[in-house]
């Protein structure tokens, strides 16, 4: 038996067992930004420790779940990443649908990449919702004699737009996974806020005892099909 709640935007990809001792939680976080930023160096690093310095643009779609300690919980962040340049990327819709995070990433040493944020953020609240937890990634730290983007630069730009910030090096590791980690975090702390009241729900009703807790937010404009396609809802 299952039963949802709606109460924050789309929480889609969040499933949650009743039992307290099995939770289980897969969060879909997709990683945006212009081409050769890092994109899927930085995954690399995330989730192998590795690093490819002459690696080649990513083609179509492709995704890895990590699995993460928050809290004392077990978390599956299921990460996506997809070409910067646009004749590379696969339907763009599928790819955000079901999202609750985003690592939005820039090149410190190009300022045109970082000019690009805001065509990105138009991007994922067309396709998502306002209510993915982003992050604003400058990535390429370790660049720092080539650097065209200032630190402030990039704070003011992600305080204005209310998102999480950080500076990375995939190549020296510098802040990989605290990124990572500053979103899932803040997706673990929103969907428990969720669970206690849905808790609360079930006692008030105890015909609500199902098995399990599905955070769903509002139907997207595509068809159910589609959305089945796009995101990846197993535990
Ligand atoms: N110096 C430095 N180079 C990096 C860093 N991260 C990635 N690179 C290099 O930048 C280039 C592009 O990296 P990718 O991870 O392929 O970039 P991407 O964003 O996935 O690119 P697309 O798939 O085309 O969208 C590669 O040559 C990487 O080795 C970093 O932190 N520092
Ligand atoms: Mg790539």
New binding site residues.
């Given amino acids: 038996m299952f039963y949802r709640v709606t109460i924050l935007g789309r929480l889609e990809m969040a499933f949650v067992s009743e039992e307290e001792k099995t939770e289980d939680y897969l969060f879909k976080i997709v990683?945006i930004?212009?081409?050769?930023?890092?994109?899927?160096?930085?995954?690399?690093r995330f989730a192998r420790d590795e690093?490819?310095?002459?690696?080649?643009?990513?083609i179509g779609v492709e995704f890895q779940t990590q699995k993460m300690d928050i809290n004392g919980k077990e978390i599956k962040a299921q990460i996506w990443?997809?070409?910067?340049?646009e004749r590379?990327r696969a339907v763009t819709s599928a790819y955000y649908r079901g999202a609750v995070g985003a690592l939005l990433?820039y090149?410190i040493?190009r300022r045109q990449t970082f000019d690009s944020i805001g065509r990105w953020l138009n991007e994922l609240h067309t396709h998502s919702d306002m209510n993915v937890v982003t992050i604003l990634v400058g990535?390429?730290?370790?660049?720092r004699d080539a650097r065209e983007v200032s630190t402030a630069e990039g704070k003011t730009l992600a305080e204005a737009q209310g998102l999480f910030f950080m500076e990375?090096?995939?190549?020296?590791s510098s802040n990989v996974a605290a990124a990572f980690q500053t979103v899932v975090k803040e997706i673990y702390n929103i969907l428990s806020r969720k669970v206690m009241i849905s808790h609360e729900l079930k006692k008030q009703d105890p015909s609500l005892n199902g098995e399990t807790l599905v955070l769903q937010g509002d139907e997207d404009q595509q068809s159910g099909t589609e959305a089945k396609k796009g995101g990846c809802c197993s535990s």
């Fill in positions: 990683l930004g212009d081409s050769a930023v890092g994109k899927s160096n930085l995954l690399a690093f490819y310095p002459n690696s080649k643009s990513t990443d997809t070409a910067g340049q590379f990433v090149d040493s990535n390429k730290l370790d660049l990375t090096s995939a190549l020296d």
